[in-house]
């Protein structure tokens, strides 16, 4: 079995995953682009929107496109990270014990269900440009023989829209959509 049909049939059998798709390479630099575009128009003010995992999934032999329900586990570490430079401001946490933690934490600054800001670092970037970048994570179903390499990363909402519509998927807002990329 070569290592496109093993990771299909894998994720195919993965709580939460709704469908599977094999990106075609005709269709990496289109991605690319679109990905790239989404994240300057969706920028703000003094934040700059990277999607740095991208290249890394892309530069994988294989991608698979997953389209996935909030019945898949949570990633195994924080999809989206706040830098100043290269020092941490903020990340995404999504263990409800953590986001209890850090509300009682006078350094802590929550937004929303799942951001958290270090006050002190935040306070220290005040007035330079701060990166919000998407980071490559593993994604463990996949750690199998034959299957090497493997990193996902999540994409903006228009490659999310666009992608499901070329692959024929439901446009449902609670799916969302992963890129894997891995050799084999």
Known sequence: ??????AIERLNAT???????????????????LENDASRRLALPGIEIVNEGIRDVLQRQHVVVILHSPELRHPPAPIIVV???ERLVGEEIWEPTQMEKLSNDKNAI???KSLAFNREALREARGKKLKLVYKALPFPE????GIRDVVSVTITIPAHLQFSRKAGWS???KLGT??????G
């Open 110 to 112: 929550l937004l929303g």
């Open 15 to 33: 709580p939460g995953i709704v469908s599977c798709w094999v990106l075609s390479d005709e269709d990496r630099e289109p991605l690319l682009r």
């Open 83 to 85: 830098l100043d430079g």
């Open 171 to 173: 446009q449902d807002p």
């Open 142 to 145: 996949l750690e199998v023989p």
């Open 178 to 183: 992963v890129l894997i990329g891995f050799n």
């Open 1 to 6: 079995m070569d290592a496109v049909q093993t």
